[in-house]
Each structure stands twice: as C-alpha cells, then as structure tokens.
C-alpha cells in the first residue's frame, strides 16, 4: 500500500487521470483549442476550450474555480466553511455549491453506510492531509477521541440555512473539486463556449463533443506505475469522469505507507483491497462524493451499490491487479492486467 513498485518518493502525486486530446484540429474558428493551467486546491487545473469564445470561457472557469477555492477552504478564516464550523451549532447561510456538496454528500453518506463523510474533518486534519499540515501518524486514542461527533446524521438543511452539532467540524476534500469542475464547465457554457474538458486533479469533466466529432478519450492512471495508464474511457459530452486513489496523497512513517482516504469507523487509511475507483457520471459532484464512499466500501460492496442505485459506471482497479470495467463504458484496454467486464 499504496499500489506501487516504486515508492521512494513521497509527495504528492499528481494528476491520476490524464487527459489525452488524441485528434488533431483543424484550424476553423469552431475548432481553435485554447488552454490554460490554474493552480488551486493544491491541484494543478489544465482547462481545454474550443472555438470562438474559448478564451471567454477560460477566464469564467477560472474566476469559477478561484471563487469556490476560496469558499470551500475549512482553513480559511474568510471563507463560507471555516464559518459554518466555527458557528457552534448555529445555524449558518450557504452558497448553493456547498449546499450541492451537502445535498449529494448526505444522499451518498446514507446510501453508503457513512462511508463518506465530511466529518471526518478533525482526524484528517490529524493526520496532515487537511491542508498545509504536517503529516504523522496520530496514535488510537487521539483519533477515537476526534471521531467523538463523527456523523453527518447531526447536518441540518433548511433552504439555504445549515447547522452542524456544536463543535463539528466538516471538510470537502472529497467532494469539492468534483463541484468546482461542474461549476467551471458550467460557467464556460454560459460564456458560449460548446466543447470543452477540464482536468482538476483526479476530476475530468467534459462538455459538449469535440469539433471533429470524436468523443473525448481520457486515460485511467496506473496505479502501480503512477507515469503510465491502465486504459483509456471514451467519454461524451456532459460527463465527469472522477478517480479516487491511494496513491494520490501519502506518506510513509515507521515503515508503513499511510494514504488519505480514511475508514470512518476507525479513523486510519482504508484497506479495501481496491487501489483506485473511477466513477463516471453526468455530475461531477456525485461523481468525486461517490468515487471516496467507493473507495472505502470495497469492490463487492462498490458493485452492490451501482446494482442498487444505479446512474453512473465504474472502472475498479484491485491490489491483485484486476481492473473491473462496468457495463456502460466504453473502454479500452492498455497494460498488463487482468480485465473484468460486468454487466
Ligand atoms: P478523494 O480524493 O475525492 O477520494 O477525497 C479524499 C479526501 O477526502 C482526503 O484527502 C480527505 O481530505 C477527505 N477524506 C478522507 N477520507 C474520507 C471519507 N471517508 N469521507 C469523506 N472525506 C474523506
Ligand atoms: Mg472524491
């Protein structure tokens, strides 16, 4: 753990989804790609637009993602989440991204069993992964302590109006650039721009279909060999396509890799038997919100899910190598793999 042959470095891994724009274009008004890189959430963004208003749109995905960066941050003092968990329970008006963020996180954290759940927020930040912290290794006691008001049971929604129990703390980590890339793509649409993919981290999202007509093509990251790819998901316009991993964010101490996606009833990094899930769906916040339960449910339980709920496809990779490809995805093979179709 975490899925590689070669961990020497530890650091943060970045993009485990790459976007491969595989056709060339032409050199019509329709077809002219413009891109632009923004660093935020401790993520490099590499957004895509084509066409005549690529650059309009570019600059309305950026002032989208900046603005949400800002309100989703818990460690930000000015910002919408460090007011609502500091509000002692009052109750405390929202933006409608954080009230999409906890709309879906409620419906995925119920459905799952409360594999997510945003707070978790106190034994993150214990371990480092919460922003700028050091990583350690918090020891039981500490972390059964800040898992003392774990639970998204005590999250009240009432309009735009939320309250949390006094002293809880949320974070979005899970979540939140899954939204900011809806958003973002949503804001390029209304500056009138037709094809586009943004790529935020682990978060794909596309809109429209490219010039040439062609679908997107999106490469799955290696696990095991984070510079390569196991397979490349051919995707429509209007679809996010989002990867959760454990190879992402980690670090290692007394001998052991310890990643950041943590299990709930313990607060440690979750063994699931899985090394990344990628879910693909029409909403990037549904997406990046289930990719995390997933994670931590397992495969069996993962494909149970998707049998009882539906709505969005998986490509679950396995620490014995087996990547598990679901039904309605188009998919192709690239690796040495063991390749699992199911219905
Ligand atoms: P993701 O990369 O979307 O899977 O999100 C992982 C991030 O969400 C971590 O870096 C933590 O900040 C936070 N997190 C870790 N475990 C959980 C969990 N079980 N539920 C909700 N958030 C979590
Ligand atoms: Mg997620």
Redesign the pocket.
């Known amino acids: 753990m975490p899925c590689t042959r070669h961990v020497k470095r530890i650091h943060i891994l970045l993009p485990l989804v790459l976007a491969l724009l595989l056709s060339a274009c032409s050199r019509s008004a329709r077809s002219e790609k413009q891109e632009r890189q923004v660093f935020a959430m401790d993520t490099i963004m590499l957004l895509t637009a084509y066409g005549e208003n690529a650059q309009a749109g570019l600059s309305a995905a950026e002032a989208t993602i900046l603005s949400l960066e800002a309100a989703l941050d818990p460690e930000r003092e000015d910002s919408e989440l460090y007011a609502l968990n500091h509000a002692e329970g009052a109750p405390v008006s929202v933006s409608d991204a954080t009230l999409q963020i906890l709309e879906t996180?409620l419906t995925v954290?119920e459905r799952s069993g409360?594999?997510?759940?945003?707070?978790?927020?106190p034994?993150?930040r214990a371990w480092g992964?919460?922003g700028d912290g050091e990583y350690r290794v918090p020891d039981e006691s500490e972390l059964s302590a800040l898992l003392a008001l774990r639970g998204m049971e005590h999250i009240a929604l009432d309009g735009h109006t939320v309250s949390l129990a006094a002293g809880q703390e949320l974070?979005?980590?899970?979540?939140?650039?899954?939204c900011t890339a809806q958003a973002a793509v949503n804001a390029m649409r209304d500056a009138g721009v037709e094809a586009a993919i943004l790529t935020l981290?682990?978060?794909v999202q596309t809109l429209g279909t490219k010039p040439d007509g062609s679908p997107w093509v999106v490469a799955v990251q290696d696990p095991f060999d984070t510079g390569s790819y196991l397979g490349t998901l051919s995707l429509d316009g209007g679809t996010a396509a989002?990867?959760?991993?454990n190879y992402?964010?980690y670090f290692e101490a007394d001998g052991q890799i310890w990643h950041?996606?943590?299990?709930?009833e313990t607060g440690y990094?979750?063994r699931s038997g899985l090394c990344s899930?990628t879910v693909v769906c029409p909403d990037g916040t549904t997406a990046?919100?289930l990719?995390?339960?997933l994670?931590?449910l397992g495969e069996e339980d993962a494909l149970a899910y998707r049998d009882r709920f539906g709505g969005f496809e998986l490509v679950l990779v396995t620490e014995d190598r087996r990547v598990i490809v679901t039904g309605g995805l188009s998919f192709s093979e690239h690796g040495d793999f063991t390749y699992v179709y199911v219905d």
Not at 114 to 121: C, K
Not at 171 to 178: D, H, I, N, Q, R
């Open positions: 996180g954290w409360g594999a997510l759940d945003f707070t978790l927020y034994a993150v992964f919460g974070s979005f980590g899970a979540a939140a650039k899954g981290g682990g978060n989002v990867t959760s991993g992402q964010r950041h996606i943590l299990d709930p990094p979750v899930v990046d919100s990719s995390t339960a994670f931590v």
